[in-house]
């Protein structure tokens, strides 16, 4: 049987992020859907994940998702049997990018959640095309189910997160590194610098894809997900 897959959702998102994914691999294997909603660090979310995953495990996370599987492999790599990282940024928050996050919070406080979803996703989630709303309808229905708890709990984590460079440099592992050619929030040049990192690890641009991938170009990101569960 192969090994386990742990699959790890970006911010403000749930299973449906994978819909595609988990259809594609789920006959043939174990699949972990973790949610990383109950903390404001990313440590304490990893931690979360380590303690009710597999003992060893393939791990995969989009975004946000990728942030917290690098901690993981940090935390726990005589765990990780391989990783994927998707669309997803090894840096640690900048400054500027860290205060432009209190003016979002303040109005997610204030009951503007709806609104602060949409005025991010429209400029910077997606690829231009005709499927293009449909995924950002889905996008805000799962934020909408998410909260705004949840929103203000990983905005503090992401603020907050650690550089993962040198958990990158050590690794010794089939990882791969994937993103939407479209990608703004975390663009290819981005992706190449991780990937440049990770000993041996594969690069793979989607195109006509942005920031979400996995929903915009499932059977593109399934091709490389396939591969590399076969390394």
């Known amino acids: 049987m192969p090994e386990p897959l742990?699959?790890?959702?970006?911010?403000?998102?749930?299973?449906r992020l994978f819909g595609p994914q988990i259809k594609a691999f789920g006959a043939d294997r174990a699949i972990h859907l973790a949610p990383i909603t109950g903390h404001d660090t990313v440590e304490a979310l990893a931690e979360e994940v380590l303690a009710s995953a597999p003992q060893r495990f393939a791990l995969a996370g989009l975004s946000m998702g990728g942030i917290v599987a690098m901690e993981m492999l940090r935390q726990a790599p005589g765990r990780i049997t391989r990783i994927a990282?998707?669309?997803?940024?090894?840096?640690?928050?900048?400054?500027?990018?860290?205060?432009?996050?209190?003016?979002?919070?303040?109005?997610?406080?204030?009951?503007?959640?709806?609104?602060?979803?949409?005025?991010?996703?429209?400029?910077?989630?997606?690829?231009?095309?005709?499927?293009?709303?449909?995924?950002?309808d889905l996008v805000l229905d799962m934020a909408l189910d998410m909260g705004e708890g949840v929103f203000l709990r990983q905005s503090r984590a992401l603020q907050r997160r650690r550089d993962q460079q040198d958990v990158l440099r050590k690794a010794r592992l089939p990882a791969l590194v994937l993103c939407?050619?479209?990608?703004?929030?975390c663009p290819v040049k981005r992706?190449?610098?991780?990937?440049?990192?990770?000993?041996?690890?594969?690069l793979r641009v989607i195109p006509d894809a942005g920031h979400l991938s996995t929903l915009e170009q499932p059977e593109a990101v399934n091709a490389a997900l396939a591969e590399w569960l076969a390394a």
């Open 6 to 15: 742990v699959l790890l959702p970006g911010m403000m998102c749930d299973a």
């Open 85 to 136: 990282l998707l669309d997803t940024n090894s840096m640690a928050e900048p400054p500027a990018k860290a205060a432009e996050r209190e003016p979002q919070i303040a109005r997610v406080m204030a009951g503007s959640l709806v609104e602060v979803m949409r005025d991010e996703m429209k400029p910077n989630y997606l690829a231009p095309g005709p499927g293009r709303q449909a995924v950002l």
């Open 180 to 185: 939407g050619e479209h990608d703004a929030l």
């Open 191 to 202: 992706h190449q610098f991780m990937a440049d990192l990770i000993f041996g690890a594969q």
